[in-house]
């Protein structure tokens, strides 16, 4: 039933966030802004028009990329800041699903449909993944079904709707740590991997591959401890140790395998080219030497990044195009960028504060041992203290820190949205915990009860709990508002602004 609700919950917000973006960007004019605009060389076919200005709004800023990517493949240099696994997914529902509609709608037509098709499918199993990861490790049914119904409404929606990969990536790393934590470790492995083909900072996903089976190593030993004496405990004490070393650096290396393979085709692309100018059309080449775009040529001498002993397509782009690195978006005038990132920077920062103060003593041991014979991870403490939470709020903190001195701090929004659940597991933990209409026993004022009567005439509490809310939004506790309000707030505005072409996170 919680699944459910969930996914008509998910499905709702989906539908709306497409209607509203038709709205918006029909109603607000589009910004000029200096974003990646390739030219159309295709010509146009009986329904590109309609298409374009129902689902248009999806295409803006980055998503051109992607789909300049899945239409033309990695023709400019700094189209490799994009991973493949997204545009392919898009072309390959181009010429499979939308196929039949070929005779009325161009590649790009369809490209657009397949965008509203497949990352709405997409975010409906994120939905799924992330409950079903939440259920095993916060074991709280409450508090899964709330963190997953607050995900439906993230703040980072406009990118889990348009063309990014967001969607993609956190329905496949939702999806493998959930396996990861039921034990399925080569499953796991395969579908972190698949999100690392879609987005980079799938390789921080090795911490957990790294981790999770360390706990299980430490759990066998303390009981081969207890139960085996002589040559066969050293025996199985050597077995474990070998057995995770070999399950680790292989996860690891499976995980890695895309990011590898992808800066491997740019530098065969870039340093070793085997295409020429005449080869690419005039359109696009007019394009590439007026914004100064670098193109893959064989009678060009090699890119300097080529020389590098560590030659990394993806630094050298970061780093020139987009001007990424160790505080370089300290200046005065990022400050509204800064501003934009507070919220979810805050969620973060009060995450990790409350998990601590409530378990200090784990945390110091980094979880990988308990003291008392009561204590561990068979039993867990139900909730967000639980024991099992702590490797992701660890995760949850590297992005943080990483995000907030290293990267364009505006999109650390969707960046930890789409990559970590503690944003949506402490969020519902401060709902279930400060919002009384929320609490199992009665409010003071009993016409604001969200209780309702089953068949048998108990009272249970609505499963949706964030419509039960929000006609109530101005009872409810300040936490409340903040919460419901920051996450309404930006799912609505960055329908408005980034579908317009206008500067949001």
């Not at 009060?350 to 039993?379: H, I, S």
């Not at 139900?382 to 590297?398: D, I, L, M």
Request: net charge positive.
């Amino acid at each position: 039933m919680d699944v459910r609700a969930v996914l008509e919950f998910a499905t709702l917000t989906r539908g709306l966030s497409l209607v509203l973006q038709v709205v918006f960007n029909a109603a607000i004019p589009d910004h000029d802004a200096d974003a990646f605009r390739p030219p159309r060389t295709e010509e146009r076919l009986y329904l590109d028009s309609t298409v374009e200005w129902l689902l248009g709004g999806l295409s803006h800023w980055d998503a051109e990329h992607f789909l300049f990517i899945a239409e033309r493949g990695y023709l400019y240099e700094h189209n490799f800041a994009f991973f493949p696994l997204f545009p392919v997914i898009l072309r390959g529902l181009a010429e499979t699903l939308l196929w039949p509609l070929s005779s009325w709608l161009s590649v790009r037509g369809r490209l657009l449909v397949a965008v509203a098709l497949g990352n709405t499918a997409l975010f409906l199993l994120s939905v799924v993944a992330l409950h079903a990861l939440s259920r095993v490790v916060l074991q709280d049914r409450r508090l899964a079904l709330l963190s997953s119904l607050l995900y439906c409404i993230t703040p980072a929606n406009v990118f889990m709707t348009a063309g990014y990969s967001e969607s993609l990536f956190a329905a496949l790393t939702f999806g493998g740590l959930f396996l990861l934590e039921k034990g399925f470790t080569l499953r796991a492995c395969l579908a972190l991997s698949i999100a690392t083909a879609a987005r980079s900072n799938g390789l921080v996903n090795i911490g957990f591959l790294l981790y999770l089976p360390s706990l299980h190593a430490i759990s066998q030993i303390r009981v081969y401890r207890t139960t085996t004496k002589g040559h066969s405990k050293v025996f199985r004490y050597v077995w474990v140790i070998v057995r995770f070393l070999l399950t680790s650096l292989l996860g690891a290396a499976i995980i890695a395998l895309p990011f590898c393979a992808f800066q491997y085709y740019g530098y065969r692309t870039f340093c070793t080219p085997s295409v020429s100018l005449e080869q690419i059309p005039p359109a696009l080449l007019s394009l590439a030497e007026r914004k100064g775009y670098r193109v893959p040529d064989e009678n060009g001498p090699p890119p300097l990044w080529c020389m590098r002993p560590l030659p990394l397509l993806y630094s050298h782009i970061q780093d020139v195009y987009w001007d990424v690195g160790f505080l370089r978006y300290f200046e005065l005038k990022q400050m509204p960028n800064f501003i934009l990132a507070l919220p979810m920077a805050t969620l973060g920062i009060t995450a990790v504060y409350a998990y601590f103060q409530a378990n200090p003593e784990l945390c110091l041991r980094l979880g990988l041992w308990e003291t008392g014979p009561t204590k561990g991870l068979d039993k867990p403490i139900p909730g967000f203290f639980n024991p099992r939470v702590f490797v992701y709020v660890v995760h949850s903190t590297a992005l943080l820190v990483f995000g907030t001195l290293c990267m364009h701090v505006q999109v650390l929004t969707r960046f930890m949205a789409s990559s970590s659940p503690v944003p949506f597991w402490i969020s519902a933990h401060l709902l279930l915990l400060n919002e009384p209409l929320l609490h199992r026993r009665k409010t003071s004022n009993p016409s604001v009860q969200l209780q309702t009567h089953s068949k048998n005439g108990c009272k249970h509490t609505p499963q949706n709990a964030i419509t039960a809310l929000l006609p109530h939004f101005n009872i409810c506790s300040p936490t409340t508002r903040s919460i419901l309000g920051y996450f309404l707030s930006y799912w609505v505005l960055g329908l408005a602004l980034h579908c317009n072409f206008l500067p949001w996170t």
